[in-house]
């Protein structure tokens, strides 16, 4: 069986839970975003900025996609994501123009939603078939404890862009919350959520919690009563995603294990190339990372600073 051919950019398809078989798109090197999230696995935001510019060569993701599409070109969904916010690259919309124009296969965007207030970022997001952005938190100070924004990032103004770019989407829009124990889980922060995502209005709500240690400590995963009570307050379109429930998680939430453990055997991965080649964040890719190392079923190398996973197997 011929192995299919390694990309620089792009990692799948792999089977995702909300986008069945996903081709990730990688669109900015490793930790460059507009936000520092207290959340994020893998720590502080290296390249903080929400200077909008060519990170990554655009012409080598579009020769790595243009080769895809010539040689395998089979997936449910082209995910544009980053191991940051691809909202950055300056040629994100160009290259989203031409995915639409090359292939037929539906294009999703995953983002923090810092940008979409700007003429740049609203452009990639109205060529989306699904919108994913984040929202963590509604009251300011709240906003500038989790999300740590670039100076000059208001969250008056990342409100009203995601109020008016999801207007204006031809598509779905499924809105994240992250929450964190004791910085955005009260009941006066979900219901600060509940009436922005209400003006917002996205198809569906998706809350996350933090399912391992951050560096730095101090932030803490909400229990499953909290989560149960979060979905009732930011209603009817609220949901609560599988990785994130400590007890009593559906039958399927098994699926991400299986999910990394497809993607790993593709091709050897980085935690951050798992997250955003599932569509999932790092600390709910590390869950199934450490389960799959204590279970033999993957194993792992460093190169650099780099660690990476992979099936024992892999032939390379």
Known sequence: MMLSPTYKHLYGPVPSRRLGRSLGINM???KTCCFDCIYCQLGRTTKHTMQVAEYTPAHEIILDLERWMRLDGEADYLTFSGSGEPTL?????????LAHEQSKLPIALLTNGALLWTEHGRAAALQADVLMPSLDAAVPETFRRINRPCEGLDLGRVVEGLV???????GETWLEV????????????LT???????????????????VRPVPGG???RVDDERLKHACEILGPKATVIDS????????DAERSAEEVLALVSYRPCTLQDIAHGLGMHPNEALKYVTH?????????TIEGEETYYTRPDFAG
């Open 192 to 210: 600060a959520i509940a009436e922005a995502a209400a003006r917002i209005d996205p198809e569906q709500i998706q809350i996350n919690t933090v």
């Open 164 to 170: 008016e770019t999801v207007a204006e989407c031809p």
């Open 218 to 220: 101090g932030v803490e």
């Open 89 to 97: 690259q300056a040629r994100l919309p160009d290259i989203m123009a």
């Open 292 to 300: 799959l190392l204590a279970e033999g079923e993957i194993s792992q």
């Open 178 to 189: 992250m929450l964190v124990e004791g910085i955005n889980d009260s009941d006066e922060e």
């Open 244 to 251: 994130a429930w400590e007890r009593g998680a559906p039958d």
């Open 28 to 30: 900015v090197p490793h």
